[in-house]
C-alpha cells in the first residue's frame, strides 16, 4: 500500500518534516509493508521556509535585521533553485512573536526589515521571490518595506514621515528615484490567504490591528491613514490599493505588494502544493495523511488539510488527517473531503504538555501506528 504523508507544521511543537517522519515511523511500526511517502508542506504562513527549503536541497541565509520595533531581530530566508530564488516570511523580520505582548505598538511597529531581507537575496543575485504574508506584528501598509526598498514617504515639508502606520496621514508625496535598480528585475509571488481590503470596516486596522496592541481609538486613526494613503497612490500613480482583495493581509503589506511591486495575491497553500507537485505524487498514493495541530472551521478554508483534501478528491482517493485539537473539524473536514479525522492526544493534558516536541512526535507516532494495524487488518497486510 502506498501512501503519501503531508501534515503541515504543529506550531509552537513539530516542523512539518518532524511530523511526517513521526507518521511514517507509527506507520512502519504497524506494517513492514506500507511504502510511505512524506513531503513537507505550509500554507503560505509559519513553516513556509522550511518546507520549500527542504523539498528543494535549498538552503538557509541568516540575517540581522530591523525589527517591528527598530530593535535588531535575527531572521532567515531560505535560498533554492540554484540560489536564484528566495523565500521570505514576514514575519521573520516583523512578526508579532517578535514582540511582547506589553510592548506591542501598532502605531508605531514598521516593516522596514522585510525590504532589509529582500535587499540581501537581491544584491546575493535572487531574481524570483516568494513571500509568505501573515503574522505580522505592523499597519503600516508596507511603507516600511518600501523605505528599505528605496521609496521615500514625504509630509508637506519634504521630510520622511517615519515608522508604522500612525504617520501615514501625514504622506504628501512618494518619491521613487532611489528605488533599488534591481527590484524591476525580479518577480515577485505572494501567499496571501484573507481577502481583506486595505481600508474600511474589514480592513487592515479594524480587523487586525486589536490584537497587534490597538486601542479603539488608535485603531481609528490606522484606518484613516490606510484611506488617505490608498487615495495619495491612486491619485499619483493610478494604482487602485482598496479593490485588491487581500490587500489588508499583514497589515497591508498586501498592498505594497501588489500595488507597488506588481505582484499577485495567490493562495499560499495552493501555490505551495503546485511548487511542490503534490498532485503527482496524490496520483501515486493508495491513501494521503495529512494534518496540523488543530482542525477546527478555518482548516476547511486555505489550510494544508483542505488543500491536500481538494487534490486527493480530484484523483479520487482517501484521505485521513491527524490534529493536536478538534474543534467543530468532523463537521468541516469532512465537507473539505476529509474522509476521517482523528486527534492524537491519548489522554488529559495541559497545553504546555501537549506542545512539547518529545509529547507530541510520540502521541503522532502511537496515533499513525494504531492507524496502520486498523489499515493492515483492512487489507490484509
Known amino acids: 500500500m502506498n501512501i503519501l504523508v503531508a501534515l503541515d507544521s504543529f506550531k509552537g511543537s513539530l516542523s512539518s518534516r518532524e511530523a511526517n517522519t ?18 513537507p508542506v505550509a500554507d ?9 527549503v527542504d523539498a528543494s536541497g535549498g538552503r538557509k541565509v541568516h540575517k540581522t535585521v530591523c ?28 512578526g508579532l512573536p517578535l514582540v511582547t505582548e506589553e510592548e506591542r505598538d501598532a ?16 544584491e546575493k543575485g535572487c531574481r524570483e ?32 514621515i517615519g515608522d508604522g502606520g500612525g504617520p501615514l496621514s501625514r504622506i504628501a508625496h512618494i518619491d521613487s528615484t532611489c528605488v533599488h535598480p534591481r527590484l524591476k528585475e525580479v518577480v515577485i509571488h505572494t501567499m496571501c490567504d484573507v481577502s481583506n481590503p486595505l481600508h474600511g470596516p474589514n480592513g487592515a486596522a479594524h480587523i487586525y490591528a486589536p490584537q ?11 484606518d484613516k491613514g490606510l484611506e488617505h494613503y490608498a487615495q495619495l497612490v491612486q491619485t499619483q500613480t493610478g494604482i487602485d490599493l482598496q479593490s485588491t482583495a487581500g490587500s489588508g493581509a ?26 511542490l507537485k503534490v498532485g503527482e505524487r496524490i496520483v501515486e498514493a493508495d491513501l494521503i495523511i495529512t494534518g496540523e495541530g488543530k482542525l477546527d472551521a478555518q482548516s476547511s478554508m486555505g489550510k494544508v488539510p483542505s488543500g491536500i483534501a481538494d487534490r486527493a478528491k480530484q484523483h479520487g482517493r482517501p484521505v485521513i488527517a491527524l490534529a493536536g485539537d478538534i474543534t467543530a473539524a468532523e463537521k468541516g473536514g469532512h465537507e473539505a473531503g476529509i474522509d476521517a479525522c482523528f486527534s492524537i492526544m491519548r489522554g488529559p493534558s495541559s497545553l504546555q504538555d501537549a506542545l512539547n516536541p518529545d509529547t507530541a512526535r510520540d502521541n503522532i507516532m502511537e496515533t499513525s501506528e494504531q492507524i496502520g494495524r486498523l489499515l493492515s487488518v483492512k487489507t490484509g497486510l
Open 107 to 122: 502605531l508605531s511597529a514598521t516593516s522596514y526589515g522585510v525590504g532589509e531581507l529582500m535587499v540581501d537575496a537581491l
Open 212 to 222: 497587534k496592541g490597538a486601542s479603539p481609538g488608535e485603531v481609528a486613526l490606522l
Open 44 to 52: 503560505g504562513g509559519e513553516g513556509t521556509i522550511d518546507a520549500l
Open 129 to 160: 521571490m516568494i513571500i509568505g504574508l501573515g503574522g505580522s506584528a505592523v499597519t503600516d501598509g508596507g511603507t516600511g518595506m518600501l523605505r528599505a526598498l528605496g521609496y521615500q514617504f514625504l509630509d508637506s515639508d519634504g521630510r520622511n
Open 22 to 39: 513521526a507518521v511514517k515511523k507509527g506507520l512502519l511500526n504497524a506494517s513492514g509493508f506500507f511504502r510511505v511517502d512524506t513531503v
Open 250 to 275: 499583514a497589515g497591508g503589506l498586501g498592498a505594497a505588494f501588489s500595488g507597488f511591486l506588481q505582484s499577485s495575491l495567490q493562495s499560499g497553500v495552493q501555490f505551495i502544493l503546485d511548487e
Open 67 to 94: 525589527g517591528p520595533l527598530r530593535r535588531p531581530v535575527k531572521a532567515a530566508y531560505g535560498v533554492i533553485r540554484q540560489d536564484t530564488t528566495a523565500v521570505i516570511e514576514v514575519a521573520e523580520a516583523c
